[in-house]
T-cell receptor, first 114, second 112 residues
């Protein structure tokens, strides 16, 4: 069964550093998403991406965040200057879109900002 | 405003029992509804989509009440492996651009 994959599984960085989180969505999916989950809190939507551009973004997704699909398979989330409060699990998801739009999640990257 | 409310639990239930969760959502224009399950420190996994007519998948039954804006999940003959956090999830528009809105989850513990 096809799956969303993410690398790395855990990333530790110093405050102020840039990080890039990587995802490979399911191959026939058209819509890609990033979510985050701070420890003990609910999963929160960051951004959706379709046809090589951002479709929607939440208020969390400010200027320090960017997304890119650099080639035919990878989908990346860049955080330019990490803050302590960026420490969270970051989940990538993908879907075929459509009326019901079931989204399938990758295993996540745990980001720890020191 | 987009909010999804769930009872956080925990629900402690003996193996073999039936357990039910509800959740409520705030935006009456919501389009699609889902139950996901999340194991500790893992990703949310889609359990089932919830349709207006209600739907069943083995031991799991989901119901949607649009008038009252609530969604339910019933688990029959619960197994130890059902222990997890169950996330009520709402999508406010179809197509694909919109992100999912998650509840905080209901924690279920099945006891032997």
């Amino acid at each position: 069964e096809p799956e969303v994959t993410q690398t790395p599984s855990h990333q530790v960085t110093q405050m102020g550093q840039e990080v890039i989180l990587r995802c490979v969505p399911i191959s026939n999916h058209l819509y890609f998403y990033w979510y985050r989950q701070i420890l003990g809190q609910k999963v929160e939507f960051l951004v959706s991406f379709y046809n090589n551009e951002i479709s929607e973004k939440s208020e969390i997704f400010d200027d320090q965040f960017s997304v890119e699909r650099p080639d035919g398979s990878n989908f990346t989330l860049k955080i330019r200057s990490t803050k302590l409060e960026d420490s969270a699990m970051y989940f990538c998801a993908s879907s075929v879109g459509g009326e019901v739009n079931e989204q399938f999640f990758g295993p996540g990257t745990r980001l720890t900002v020191l | 405003r987009k909010e999804v409310e769930q009872d956080p639990g925990p629900f402690n239930v003996p193996e073999g029992a039936t357990v039910a969760f509800n959740c409520t959502y705030s935006n009456s224009a919501s389009q699609s509804f889902f139950w996901y399950r999340q194991d500790c420190r893992k990703e949310p996994k889609l359990l089932m989509s919830v349709y207006s007519s209600g739907n069943e998948d083995g031991r799991f039954t989901a119901q949607l009440n649009r008038a009252s804006q609530y969604i339910s999940l019933l688990i029959r003959d619960s197994k130890l492996s059902d222990s997890a956090t169950y996330l009520c999830v709402v999508l406010y528009s179809g197509g694909g651009a919109d992100g999912l809105t998650f509840g905080k989850g209901t924690h279920l513990i099945i006891q032997p």
